[in-house]
């Protein structure tokens, strides 16, 4: 059975121990991080930057507490992801959230290059065959996967499983496109955008949104440029008509981002990986949506575990017993106290990732929960 460290967001004593970042220190001690990173060895510290309206991301001030403790062993931390939108304006997005080298103490960088292609095809699966993972995950001998939890319009729920899932790989690959990126887990077939004329009011958001300038509008007729589309569906995300529709499958996409996981991290050794979930500033969207809305679950804490299953189930375990939030949109939607929020949210039954994480072999849903006080 697998050990899953907590500590609440709550706050007892004043004191700086019992913050949430004096708290976060001392779950790196419980876990021991020198029994998984060496001495001058490189660690990937794999987090989401957010947009540039999504400030609801795991704060800078939490990735500095990981980046120091790294250092303490003597391993040399650096903070990545996979590149969402053009990859400057992603680097300057990070900057806008606060997580530059000045704030945290390492290094910014982006794992797949500036242009999202540089990454090498792991063997997937069943349902994905092999997936662009980003050079930078392949090569680093060590990460810590440092994850905001939130809901998540498909998946139903976000945590490390999609953290490693979509952010570990690329948008495209330079062979296959889009089919050996996250598209192949957004979409099914040739996933090509359908749009409704009739419920289409041209307010433009689509093109707004996307990041590769994919969609145009002439004459009143909606174009877009299929060869470069990443399939990443942001676009039908935003369109408030719902007159734009990105082919998918819920079951697929839950069952692929598990197999996505998994093939990120067969790139590493065993016992190279350490998860920390964020329960905090729980939203209702992915932290890749253009705005962030208020959360609709009360701060939990945080999680730290050596098992993505674990800390997945344990993850979810604690958030089922949490009320919804007033004046959020799950107060908006009549969700009551003893309801699943997250499920209740987005009808998905986003258990199906934690189940398949399992059965692929990445970790136990058994776990032990150990909260320090
Ligand atoms: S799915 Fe939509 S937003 Fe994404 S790249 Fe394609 S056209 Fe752009
Ligand atoms: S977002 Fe929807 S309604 Fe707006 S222009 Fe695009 S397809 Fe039309």
């Known amino acids: 059975m697998s050990l899953v460290y907590f500590a609440s967001a709550r ?4 004191k700086f121990e019992d913050s949430m970042p004096g708290k976060l ?4 001690d419980e876990i021991n991080l020198s029994r998984f990173f060496e001495k001058n060895e490189w660690v990937a510290i794999k987090t989401h930057f957010g947009s540039e309206g999504a400030h609801r991301v795991v704060r800078p001030i939490f990735l500095r507490r990981i980046v120091e403790k790294i250092k303490s062993i003597g391993a040399k931390p650096f903070i990545t992801d996979t590149v969402r939108i053009k990859g400057l304006d992603y680097l300057e997005v990070a900057n806008q ?3 530059n080298h000045l704030s945290v103490g390492a290094p910014v960088v982006l794992a797949d290059g500036l242009y999202g292609n540089d990454n090498i095809l792991v063997k997937a699966g069943d349902i994905l065959g092999e997936i662009a993972v980003a050079t930078l995950i392949y090569d680093v001998p060590a990460m810590v996967v440092c994850s905001h939890v939130k809901g998540h319009i498909n998946a139903g729920y976000g945590g490390a499983i999609k953290n490693l899932a979509m952010g570990a790989v690329s948008g495209t690959h330079r062979h296959c496109g889009w089919k050996c ?3 192949a887990m957004h979409t099914i077939g040739e996933g090509k955008l359908i749009w409704d004329e009739e419920k289409c009011t041209f307010c433009y958001q689509c093109s707004e949104i996307c990041p590769l300038d994919c969609i145009e ?4 007729r909606f174009n877009y440029d299929d060869d470069k589309c990443w399939r990443c569906g942001r676009c039908a995300r935003v369109c408030p008509e719902g007159g734009l529709t990105l082919p998918g499958d819920d079951i697929l996409f839950m069952k692929s981002l598990a197999e996505a996981a998994k093939a990120v991290l ?3 050794k065993k016992s190279k990986v350490v998860y920390i979930n964020f329960l905090t500033e729980i939203q209702p969207e992915c932290d890749c949506m253009p705005a962030a809305d208020v959360p609709v679950i009360q701060d939990k804490g945080i999680l730290i575990s050596d098992d993505i299953v674990a800390i997945e189930q344990a ?3 604690l958030l089922l017993k949490e009320p919804p939030l007033p004046s959020s949109l799950a107060a908006d939607q009549k969700i009551q106290q003893g309801d699943d929020v997250l499920f209740s949210l987005h009808k998905r039954p986003y258990i199906i990732q934690i189940e398949e994480a399992e059965r692929l072999g990445l970790g136990k849903r058994q776990y ?4 320090i006080k």
């Open 11 to 14: 706050v007892s004593k004043w």
């Open 25 to 28: 220190d001392r779950l790196l």
């Open 97 to 99: 959230n606060g997580i």
């Open 181 to 183: 990126g996250r598209g």
């Open 217 to 220: 509008f002439k004459d009143n």
């Open 266 to 268: 067969s790139t590493f």
């Open 315 to 317: 993850t979810i375990d």
């Open 368 to 371: 032990k929960l150990r909260e």
